[in-house]
């Protein structure tokens, strides 16, 4: 067989990260795909809150995992790692999913928790699909129903890979006639949380670090932000920075494990951020020198590498301003120091900094 097309790939990042494929596989794989999952027999319902469905694990089932062999997974795990721009661990799961007339799924985000994937691909499979028998994956911008963004249809051999985060909300319609057969591929990101072990009991900004951190993660990647600048602001302070210490807290991770886990680029950019000189920033970003906030000097990095540390160094300023001590003076210095480089930032940005500000003048929470 031969094996894998994925042919008409579209990127989106609104109403969350999503690509869609129009031709998953080739032609005689998604037939053989179909035929076999119309003959397996051990299906297992799962009903949860708001879903109810069959599954079956198809690395347990032999003739799935003869069509679907480790080096097929691996190209995909590959591909979908490349198009979301994030590095995925070697850990895969492929279940597949039976929905028959009258069951569907409710809305919900998949937001990952602990050790839930952070990534997924669906693929439905099937033949003969028309509108009339349901089954449409719905995307929302919100959770709420009327907050629909785009409707997917069901056909045969196409795909949905998207990163699971609290704003990944979709939905499957009640299923009407016929069968609604996917294939899910979960993928996890290289772990980091256990690089900030114990943030849920570090007590930072009003809240606590994991918290702060995972804002800032989610600001940037609400933003636009590149993934490796997504994964910098999660790991920001994991090294300490001008203004946050990791000593009191265990020594910091070395580079070399750091690297091992997020990978070179994103890494980079946490160090950076652990010895530059926050000030510096907005001058560096416009061309300036980069200072070192330990001794003053100058810390080389690139244009790129300038740009990013100053959209952390906002994500990071935003996620907190709610619950931070500040008066009028800190509030106006704040904005004042964004400001001449509000033109290198995305405007989501700049707004939701003045909406902070604004927030905190009016002693609204």
């Known amino acids: 067989m031969t094996g894998l097309l994925l042919a008409g790939t579209e990127v989106r990042t609104d109403p969350f990260l999503h690509a869609t494929v129009s031709q998953v596989f080739a032609d005689d794989l998604a037939g053989a795909l179909t035929e076999e999952l119309s003959g397996i027999e051990g299906w297992n319902l799962h009903r949860g809150r708001f879903f109810e469905q069959y599954e079956c694990d198809l690395l347990r089932h032999a003739p799935m995992g003869g069509l679907l062999g480790p080096e097929l997974i691996d190209r995909l795990r590959t591909w979908a790692a490349d198009l979301l721009m994030v590095e ?67 056909l045969p051999n196409t795909g949905l890979v998207f990163a699971a985060s609290d704003d990944s909300f979709h939905a499957v319609t009640p299923v009407r006639a016929g069968v609604r057969h996917s294939v899910v591929f979960s993928f996890w990101q290289r772990h980091r949380d256990r690089l900030h072990a114990g943030a849920d009991r570090i007590a930072h900004s009003g809240g606590t670090l994991a918290q702060h951190l995972k804002g800032v993660h989610d600001l940037l990647r609400r933003w636009g932000a590149p993934e490796p600048v997504c994964v910098a602001g999660h790991l920001h302070s994991v090294y300490g920075t001008e203004y946050f210490s990791t000593g009191a807290h265990g020594d910091p991770p070395d580079r070399e494990r750091v690297c091992a886990e997020v990978g070179a680029e994103a890494e980079r950019l946490v160090w950076l951020f652990s010895v530059c000189a926050r000030a510096s920033l907005p001058h560096a970003a416009l061309g300036a020198d980069l200072n070192d906030h330990r001794d003053g000097g100058v810390v080389p990095a690139t244009e790129d590498e300038r740009r990013a540390l100053l959209l952390i160094d906002l994500a ?16 106006h210095w704040e904005r004042a120091r964004f400001e001449p480089v509000a033109h290198l930032l995305p405007p989501q940005g700049m707004a939701a900094l003045d909406q902070a500000i604004a927030a905190r003048r009016s002693g609204r929470p």
């Open 316 to 331: 990071d300023t935003v996620e907190q301003l709610p619950r931070v001590p500040i008066d009028e003076d800190g509030l």
């Open 88 to 154: 995925l661990a070697e850990r895969v799961q492929v279940v597949a999913h039976r929905l028959i007339p009258g069951q569907g799924i409710g809305l919900h985000n998949d937001a990952p928790d602990a050790d839930d994937e952070t990534h997924r691909l669906v693929v439905h499979l099937g033949t003969g699909y028309r509108d009339d028998h349901g089954g449409h994956l719905v995307l929302f911008s919100e959770p709420s129903i009327e907050a629909v963004d785009r409707v997917l249809r069901p």
